[in-house]
């Protein structure tokens, strides 16, 4: 299977710990995108990657999440301190560059917070 | 970004042409119009996208008016899997980023 991988696919962790999730992009693709969806809402925008840089980081991406992509293949979403309100499912999409290219999505990990 | 108005849910009967409608009034001349599916608990699956001219690929036929006002995605024989959340989103056409953002889409269900 050569989409998007996410590990693990499933996440429990108690209030406080830190958690980190990893993405294995298509292989060919420079673009990272990181997504986060609660239930009954669709995906919200978190940060992309271009190669290594982060370019583009949302508002709702708070100082206890960070992302990286060290050289420009995996990328890890780290989240320290977790709290309940960040239990949802965490999507990671990989493009190649342009805005014809369409992102196309692991099938994320979810991140129960207890 | 260009915002999106779907319908929240539509049926369809399985076998017959399911048309998903989107208003997109503030689309501007090089924005994109991409359709995505989400099956409950997977990640959002590409359909299909375009610019100006309609659009056909293995999955669906994109239909986009002359004045790029609306559009309706056309799945020509639905079936039970197609049954899923649709979301039609216009892609900013900027140099950097040009991230996808999602609304709340259209809950297609597809009946026996």
């Known amino acids: 299977d050569t989409g998007v991988s996410q590990n693990p696919r499933h996440k429990i962790t108690k209030r406080g710990q830190n958690v980190t999730f990893r993405c294995d992009p298509i292989s060919e693709h420079n673009r990272l995108y990181w997504y986060r969806q609660t239930l009954g809402q669709g995906p919200e925008f978190l940060t992309y990657?271009?190669?290594?840089?982060?370019?583009?980081k949302s508002r709702l991406l708070s100082d206890r999440f960070s992302a990286e992509r060290p050289k420009g293949s995996f990328s890890t979403l780290e989240i320290q301190r977790t709290e309940q309100g960040d239990s949802a499912m965490y999507l990671c999409?990989?493009?190649?560059?342009?805005?014809?290219?369409?992102?196309?999505f692991g099938n994320g990990t979810r991140l129960t917070v207890t | 970004d260009a915002k999106t108005t779907q319908p929240t849910s539509m049926d369809c009967a399985e076998g017959r042409a399911a048309n998903l409608p989107c208003n997109h009034s503030?689309?501007?001349?090089?924005?994109?119009v991409y359709w995505y599916r989400q099956i409950h608990s997977q990640g959002p699956q590409y359909i299909i996208h375009?610019?100006?001219n309609n659009e056909t690929n293995e999955m669906a036929s994109l239909i986009i008016t002359e004045d790029r006002k609306s559009s309706t995605l056309i799945l020509p024989h639905a079936t039970l899997r197609d049954t899923a959340v649709y979301y039609c989103i216009v892609r900013v056409a900027r140099t950097s980023g040009s991230r996808l953002t999602f609304g709340e889409g259209t809950q297609l269900t597809v009946n026996p």
């Open positions: 375009g610019l100006k």
């Open positions: 990657f271009q190669n290594e840089a982060q370019l583009e």
């Open positions: 503030t689309i501007s001349g090089n924005e994109y």
């Open positions: 999409a990989s493009s190649l560059e342009g805005f014809n290219s369409p992102l196309h």
